[in-house]
């Protein structure tokens, strides 16, 4: 597996489309330099993890895939709407707690930082960093257990939000 990740990738890519890197390319070098990069590492990324996985399946929330994959005007709007519109069916009830009060704190933050979301993106993994290591301590509980949880599914939408924006930014110059 490749040693960047293909969030890196991802950022790279937008920086270097915000710095107009790409003006001079046509749309099919463009693409095919968006699936080198990117998506080429998001997929050895998947494959990797698809290899070294159990079939053992942890239950987690979800979101209803018509609320995730519908077309939004903005990254603020897909996060806020995905983060509302989680679904706990068999998720444990004593993880729910955890669970709720993250996606509510992240709610008030994205609110408070709409035009800022990459200062909320690295708040996020912050708290990620410090909440892996509280739960692999011995003393977990399960409510530690549902806010990790929570701020893993955050990082998801928020990740699949930049992805959004990019590949709709992938269409426009299509056209």
């Known amino acids: 597996m490749s040693n960047k990740s293909w969030n890196e990738s991802l950022d ?5 489309l915000n710095n107009g890197e790409f003006v001079d390319q046509s749309l099919n070098e463009f693409e095919k330099t968006l699936n080198d990069t990117v998506l080429g590492n998001k997929n050895k990324s998947a494959a990797y993890s698809t290899f070294s996985t159990t079939n053992y399946r942890t239950v987690v929330p979800h979101i209803n895939r018509s609320i995730e994959n519908a077309a939004y005007s903005s990254r603020y709007d897909q996060i ?38 990459k200062a909320l993106e690295a708040r996020v ?7 892996k290591k509280k739960v692999r301590s011995t003393n977990v509980d399960d409510y530690l257990n549902g806010y990790y949880d929570a701020l893993l599914m955050i990082k998801k939408i928020m990740n ?16």
Not at 160 to 175: Q, T, V
């Open 12 to 16: 790279e890519m937008l920086a270097k």
């Open 80 to 117: 806020l709407s995905c983060l509302e519109n989680i679904i706990y069916d068999n998720y444990p009830d004593s993880k729910q707690n955890g669970y709720k009060k993250a996606v509510e704190t992240y709610i008030e933050e994205i609110k408070n930082h709409q035009n800022d979301l």
């Open 125 to 131: 993994q912050k708290d990620l960093s410090e909440y």
């Open 160 to 175: 699949n939000s930049r992805l959004a924006r990019l590949s709709e930014l992938n269409n426009k110059i299509g056209k």
